[in-house]
């Protein structure tokens, strides 16, 4: 188990290493989901970015620089994992150069003694 009693260090996620987990398991704090309208073709998801801001970072997510970064063209969606077990309020920015650009303010991930308590937060393009 990583993380248990062990001394502060920053693992290669950056997540501080005394945080208790008690699995194995790696949960994402938030799931963050981009709908893209009429179900546009994959070329669509080109130029689209994610900006996450928590407590002690702040991560950014494009959809060429990033393995978790998921884009499904028969449904239109881009879907990214961000905040792995990291707890806090954050806002989170979505934009596209063909799209207005949107955020959502002040969402809040809790923990429950274990791990996060993942939220999923969606944005309709």
């Known amino acids: 188990l990583f993380g248990c009693g062990q001394p502060k260090e920053r693992d290669v996620w950056g997540i501080d290493m005394d945080r208790r987990l008690c699995t194995m398991e790696l949960r994402a704090g938030l799931g963050i989901e981009v709908n893209f309208p009429n179900n546009n073709t994959p070329a669509t998801a080109a130029g689209l970015v994610i900006t996450v801001e928590g407590p002690e970072r702040t991560d950014t997510f494009t959809s060429t620089n ?11 969606k881009a879907s990214v994992g961000a905040a792995m077990e990291e707890t806090g309020t954050f806002t989170i920015t979505v934009s596209h150069p063909n799209f207005p650009t949107q955020t959502i303010p002040n969402i809040t991930v809790e ?10 937060v969606s944005f309709d393009l």
């Open 66 to 76: 990033v393995l978790n970064f998921y884009y499904d063209p028969t449904y239109g």
């Open 111 to 120: 923990s429950d003694g274990c791990h996060v308590i993942s939220r999923t």
